[in-house]
Every structure is written in structure tokens, then in C-alpha cells.
Nanobody, 125 residues
Framework: QVQLLESGGGLVQAGDSLRLSCAAS????????MDWFRQAPGKEREFVAT????????YYADSVKGRFTISRDNAKNTVYLQMNSLKPEDTAVYYC??????????????????WGPGTQVTVSS
């Protein structure tokens, strides 16, 4: 089992950058594929990015490709989401997630085994 806790959210202006972090408990962090999802008010939770166990493979939603970068540091049990060129439509609660299988594509919410509580990101125009 793994527990996840996000940090780094906040209020920024369009065009700014923000880095989210997700700290994981437990000694098995490197055995989990890690993801970021987001949920805007009144919308479904949507996939943002995923990274494989060692960080060698990543996959992004089309809406963030080229602007967001997912990375991980297994020595620190932490996964990151660097968000550049933020847009108002990026406003959402961002969730860290973990699961075992590498899907090589978008991840569905029901494929996730563990969730963090989320961190709010607000981008003003």
C-alpha cells in the first residue's frame, strides 16, 4: 500500500509556471507507475500524464503535451509535474495517482489503485 500527498498548488497568472510534487510513503514507490490527473469544477476527472517505474517512459494528454513534464525521483519517493505556459483552462484540482501496470497510453481513473487528496491550481487570465 502507498499513501500520496500532493503539494505546490496555488494561484498563478496565465503564462506562468508551477511545479507540483507528490510525496509517497512506503518502501515500494519504485514498483508503482505514477500519474497526474485533474478535475475542473463540473467536469470529469481527466488524465494528465503518466510515468513508468524508473521514469524511462512517459505519456501525456494532448491538452498538456509540450507544456507539462512529469518526472520522478525514486530515491526521494516523489513524483513531479512541471507545468509551463499555464492557461486558464488548466485550472483544476490536481491529483497524484499510483498503479502497478504500465499502459503505454492514457490511464483511466478506474485503473488507478491509490489517490492523493489533491491540490488546487488556479490560473487567472
Amino acid at each position: 500500500q502507498v499513501q500520496l500527498l500532493e503539494s505546490g498548488g496555488g494561484l498563478v497568472q496565465a503564462g506562468d509556471s508551477l511545479r507540483l510534487s507528490c510525496a509517497a510513503s512506503g518502501r515500494t514507490f519504485s514498483t508503482y507507475v505514477m500519474d497526474w490527473f485533474r478535475q475542473a469544477p463540473g467536469k470529469e476527472r481527466e488524465f494528465v500524464a503518466t510515468i513508468s517505474w524508473t521514469g524511462g517512459n512517459t505519456y501525456y494528454a494532448d491538452s498538456v503535451k509540450g507544456r507539462f513534464t512529469i518526472s520522478r525521483d525514486n530515491a526521494k519517493n516523489t513524483v513531479y509535474l512541471q507545468m509551463n505556459s499555464l492557461k486558464p483552462e488548466d485550472t483544476a484540482v490536481y491529483y497524484c495517482a499510483a498503479h502497478i501496470t504500465w499502459y503505454r497510453s492514457s490511464v483511466y481513473a478506474d485503473q488507478v489503485d491509490y489517490w492523493g487528496p489533491g491540490t488546487q491550481v488556479t490560473v487567472s487570465s
